[in-house]
């Protein structure tokens, strides 16, 4: 999630409510107060409405993470938290579509571009997401290898929840496949899988005590997943498309994915920029209308002048996070005081870095895993 903290693209807020259904869905099997939970878990899959209509064909298979205890609920014991979650379910998607009905005039109308190609080739989608250089999830989030090793060990503790992710993850994939913008572009790497991608990580407690991998393929997995993701947020992720004056439909290219890696760019992008082989113009700071905000979102322009476009603005060649460009920024353009927001920024980081190594070092009956 790092290099989408860049960007406004949403997929983040997807997967927090993908994620929070799940978790209350489970709740719901092992609370007295599962009327509470059950109601929540039909509201978090309904605000998925919120934001794709499509999300319909994903909810039957959250709610039943109502059934996701240690071994799967009676027909007595079940209707009650299914009827909870349709109730709410259906609420929330009254008023997604009361939403749409007054904005688009529809709805089921969520104010997509005209003559948006929906539809592509299923399996060039299937290709694309799981090894193409350019969006294979493989490389861009190699920490799946271990997501998908730990879902068996998921299944033997809790059956029921292991069917639901799995079965979860498989339909939002599939569905995202069959999509001729499967790769979610202008972004980093298959910015779609970002939603479901959490519900994996549900086994991941389990892989420590009960794997017989080696300790340095876990660490060399997941240092490879780090430095991944440190790579995409190390510089502007729309460089790579201006350079190369992409037309905005460049996507319906089939084989674009597979001829193009931004990952592999990216390694040529630093090392021009650390040898100052790219050095821009000092002002303005950003392309956009606002000339006194230091930043904004880009979607695009003429492509017959990207690559001279994008040369007259250095926010496309200083490094990031934003310790590392804001003082090439004069005091008075910064959004806000450099010591101390990089003061409170380290104080977090290490806060939440002495939870981490507290809970790494909890069994699973201590963390609530089992």
């Known amino acids: 999630?790092?290099?989408?903290?860049?960007?406004?693209f949403d997929q983040a807020q997807h997967a927090f409510f993908f994620l929070a259904a799940a978790i209350a869905g489970t709740r719901a099997v092992n609370d007295k107060r599962y009327l509470r939970w059950s109601l929540l878990c039909g509201a978090c899959a309904g605000s998925l409405l919120l934001?794709?209509?499509?999300?319909?064909?994903?909810?039957?298979?959250?709610?039943?993470?109502?059934?996701?205890?240690?071994?799967?609920l009676g027909i007595k014991a079940a209707l009650p938290r299914l009827w909870s979650f349709a109730i709410s379910f259906i609420a929330c998607a009254t008023l997604a579509?009361?939403?749409?009905?007054?904005?688009?005039?529809?709805?089921?109308?969520?104010g997509g571009f005209p003559g948006h190609p929906g539809l592509g080739n299923p399996l060039v989608g299937i290709a694309g997401l799981l090894v193409s250089p350019g969006k294979g999830v493989l490389w861009y989030s190699p920490v799946i290898i271990l997501q998908l090793w730990s879902l068996r060990l998921l299944a033997r503790a809790k059956p029921v929840l292991a069917a639901t992710v799995v079965a979860t993850f498989l339909a939002h994939f599939f569905l995202?496949?069959?999509?001729?913008?499967?790769?979610?572009?202008?972004?980093w790497g298959p910015r779609y899988l970002?939603?479901?991608?959490?519900?994996l990580a549900l086994g991941l407690p389990y892989l420590r005590f009960h794997t017989s991998l080696r300790r340095w393929v876990l660490r060399t997995i997941v240092g490879a997943g780090v430095l991944v993701q440190l790579v995409g947020l190390s510089l502007d992720h729309q460089g790579f498309f201006f350079e190369r004056a992409l037309p905005p439909w460049f996507w319906t290219d089939p084989s674009f994915n597979f001829r193009h890696s931004q990952l592999a760019s990216r390694v040529l992008e630093l090392r021009d920029v650390a040898s100052g082989a790219?050095?821009?113009?000092?002002?303005?700071?950003?392309?956009?209308?606002?000339?006194?905000?230091?930043t904004y979102c880009i979607f695009g322009t003429d492509p017959r002048v990207s690559p001279t476009w994008m040369k007259s603005y250095p926010v496309f060649y200083l490094p990031r996070p934003w310790p590392l460009w804001m003082p090439h920024l004069p005091k008075e353009d910064r959004p806000v005081p450099l010591a101390p927001a990089v003061c409170v920024l380290v104080l977090?980081?290490?806060?939440?870095?002495?939870?981490?190594?507290?809970?790494?070092?909890?069994?699973?009956?201590?963390a609530g895993v089992l």
């Not at 579509?97 to 969520?110: A, H, Y």
């Not at 970002?194 to 519900?199: A, D, E, I, K, R």
């Open 278 to 294: 790219r050095a821009t113009k000092e002002s303005p700071f950003r392309p956009g209308p606002y000339p006194a905000l230091s």
């Open 194 to 199: 970002v939603t479901t991608l959490p519900l």
């Open 176 to 187: 995202i496949a069959s999509m001729s913008f499967y790769g979610g572009d202008w972004c």
């Open 348 to 366: 977090v980081g290490a806060v939440g870095a002495l939870q981490l190594r507290r809970g790494l070092r909890l069994s699973p009956a201590q």
């Open 97 to 110: 579509g009361l939403n749409n009905f007054l904005r688009f005039g529809s709805p089921l109308d969520i």
């Open 51 to 72: 934001f794709q209509i499509t999300y319909v064909a994903v909810a039957p298979l959250l709610a039943a993470s109502l059934l996701s205890g240690w071994r799967p």
């Open 1 to 8: 999630l790092w290099p989408l903290a860049t960007s406004v």
